[in-house]
């Protein structure tokens, strides 16, 4: 019984030393989780990645078949403009010409719009400068007829005129 007793002891004294050290032993099974979320993360990355990579390729697979598609559209595109009748290449060229000359025709109406739009501006800008103009005229004669009163007052007062205030 006290060897058993005593056996108990030890491993209860183990036991504690174990949980409240900081010997060597501790400090690698922080290190060892830590490492391990750091790999789980990583795992979690990794598979994240390889569905990316095969979007990728389905993506590339999708644009090569793609661009197969276009080129013969393409081909067939520029065997059937040869095959055009002479009438119809006549045509065409005609349906260009048009909608070249649609599209300068847009151009200048907004040019004249552009121009009509200014020159109404720059008519307003005058109109306003005429008028600055003119009230610049009267406040320069109300100005004049101003001074000619105060010389006159100052006349009458050199004069020893005595003016009642009201």
Do not use: Y
């Amino acid at each position: 019984m006290r060897a058993e007793h005593l056996r108990v002891l030890d491993q209860l004294r183990a036991s504690h030393a174990l949980e409240h050290s900081s010997s060597k032993v501790a400090e690698l099974t922080n290190k060892l989780s830590a490492q391990e979320i750091t790999v789980k993360h990583l795992q979690d990355r990794l598979k994240e990645m390889q569905g990316v990579k095969e979007a990728l390729v389905i993506s590339r697979t999708r644009e090569d078949a793609l661009q197969k598609q276009l080129t013969g559209l393409l081909k067939e595109l520029k065997e059937a403009k040869e095959a055009q009748s002479p009438e119809v290449k006549l045509l065409c060229g005609l349906e260009r010409k048009i909608v070249n000359m649609e599209l300068r025709h847009q151009h200048r109406e907004k040019e004249l719009q552009q121009v009509v739009v200014g020159s109404w501006q720059t008519s307003e800008a005058e109109s306003w400068k005429r008028l600055a103009q003119d009230k610049s005229r009267e406040l320069e004669a109300f100005r004049l007829e101003l001074d000619s009163i105060l010389d006159i007052l100052r006349h009458l007062q050199r004069l020893g005129v005595v003016l009642p205030h009201s």
